[in-house]
């Protein structure tokens, strides 16, 4: 993108724990740093970039109190976040105080899952935004929570969740989100709104609707800059190493032919789901490529899980590995498709490729990311919570092999499209980065 260069301006980043939280960060990094701005990242210990990956920034580290090689699953990362910010506020306040003796700082960046960005830019005078790394439908519906509460869909009722959300469609009352989940999304709300802008992994094709919601709900600007992959893959972090043979082995495949399973960075699943998967994806005798990280299945290391002989039965058309490059997966000419937890980097990963999608969410906003993917854009398959092998082998060969697979490549065929033209001169992303660079340039 061709604009123009400014007078050095320093941006302090503050990217979550997470490596779908960091992911987005680090890419809109790399992006604010090739439009001029100087880049400063605080992050904790617990989960942090290689700073060696990025040699034009400059790096602070929180010392967070959490253990090295912590492996969080879904139950226990919002502990985890908790212990956290608890103990990440005394040493980001001094390291703020720090940077600020010695530069002038434009502005902090911050993810909103940190409950004290807040009131100690505020006690330094720092303007401060947010990225959202999530869809902006889940910036809408946690705004409106509590006017979802006064509507009764809580506590959430199995015999209610197919119900239609009239005033959100597609979204059904059993997307919502669950009630252990309302006091981070308190958070996430307060520090959204009492910041001085918004800036989200999205573009306006995608999200029409829900982008016009939140400019209605809320009272500052909101940047749709995303897919933010697409600026820099090469910055892409990686908590764990990527294992390369996934790519060797994809050169050997028929063109469209594979089917990449990946549950992304915390989701777990059952022993039983996994024995499922493991035979459903056995039994349909379709090539794979599988992401069996440690922790998958609870408890346990990478593949101590995997049925007696797994590998033999599946040698030559499955291949299974801890970590997987995913955007040279998912653009790699052999996927055609992706079954997937539907974590929002994911499903616009799979969407900037062109490729259909198996949806199978396991928490936090992953409900409402597959109800777009199925029920939205109808680019993808809902999977069934305890789904059984024969099932599972019926669902795969429909994505892969059938006329309804088909016909969703085709489509999301056409997102992949406008996915691209809204990062080039005019387009939608590119306008708000345009937007997004003044407002940056105003403080
Ligand atoms: C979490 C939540 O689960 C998600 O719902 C929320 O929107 C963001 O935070 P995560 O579960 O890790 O993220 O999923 P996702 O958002 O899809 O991010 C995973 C990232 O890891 C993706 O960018 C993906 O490319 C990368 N990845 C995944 C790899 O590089 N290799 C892999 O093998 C798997």
Redesign the pocket.
């Known amino acids: 993108m061709e604009v123009k260069k400014q007078n050095e301006r320093r941006l302090v980043l503050f990217p979550a724990a997470?490596?779908?939280?960091m992911?987005p960060m680090m890419h809109l990094a790399t992006l604010l740093h090739s439009n001029g701005f100087s880049i400063t990242i605080i992050q904790a210990r617990y989960n942090s970039v290689n700073p060696t990956t990025y040699p034009h920034f400059t790096f602070h580290f929180l010392d967070d109190g959490i253990p090295e090689n912590t492996v969080p699953a879904?139950n226990d990362y919002t502990d985890i976040l908790s212990v956290l910010n608890t103990n990440c506020l005394e040493p980001f306040t001094e390291c703020l105080g720090e940077i600020l003796k010695t530069s002038c700082i434009s502005c902090l960046i911050a993810d909103p899952m940190w409950d004290f960005t807040a009131s100690v830019a505020d006690s330094y005078k720092l303007p401060r935004m947010v990225l959202r790394?999530?869809?902006v439908s889940t910036v809408v519906v946690y705004e409106y929570l509590q006017v979802f509460k006064h509507k009764g869909y809580f506590p959430l009722q199995e015999s209610r969740s197919d119900e239609p959300m009239l005033e959100f469609p597609p979204f059904k009352v059993g997307d919502l989100p669950p009630e252990v989940q309302h006091e981070l999304i308190e958070t996430i709300v307060k520090e959204t709104k009492n910041s001085q802008g918004l800036i989200c992994n999205t573009f306006e094709e995608l999200e029409l609707y829900s982008i016009a919601k939140a400019r209605k709900a809320l009272s500052i600007p909101i940047f749709p800059i995303g897919p933010l992959?697409k600026y820099s893959p090469a910055s892409?972090p990686?908590i764990?190493t990527?294992d390369q043979t996934s790519i060797s082995w994809l050169n050997t495949q028929a063109p469209k032919s594979v089917l990449y399973v990946?549950?992304?960075?915390?989701?777990a699943i059952s022993e039983d789901e996994f024995q499922e998967i493991a035979w459903g994806l056995a039994n349909s005798r379709l090539p794979f490529l599988w992401?069996v990280?440690p922790g998958l299945s609870e408890g346990s290391k990478a593949t101590d899980l995997l049925p007696e002989g797994y590998l033999d039965i599946v040698q030559g058309r499955g291949h299974i590995?801890k970590?997987?490059?995913?955007?040279d997966v998912l653009s790699h000419p052999a996927v055609g498709g992706f079954w997937?937890?539907?974590?929002?980097?994911?499903?616009l990963?799979s969407i900037c490729e062109g490729v259909p999608m198996l949806c199978l969410p396991?928490?936090?906003?992953?409900d409402m990311?597959a109800r777009h993917v199925t029920d939205g854009w109808k680019i993808g398959i809902r999977m069934g919570k305890g789904m059984k092998r024969d099932e599972i082998e019926r669902v795969i060969r429909k994505l892969m092999a059938e006329k309804e697979g088909e016909e969703m490549r085709s489509r999301v065929t056409t997102l992949k499209e406008k996915a691209s033209l809204c990062l080039t001169k005019g387009g939608s992303s590119y306008k708000s980065l345009e937007s997004l660079i003044s407002y940056l340039l105003s403080f």
């Not at 997470?18 to 939280?21: L, P, R």
């Open positions: 997470y490596q779908g939280h992911t879904p790394t999530g869809s992959h892409a990686s764990w990527q990946s549950f992304g960075s915390l989701a992401v990280r590995v970590w997987a490059p995913q955007l997937t937890h539907c974590g929002w980097n994911s499903t990963e396991c928490f936090a906003d992953q990311n």
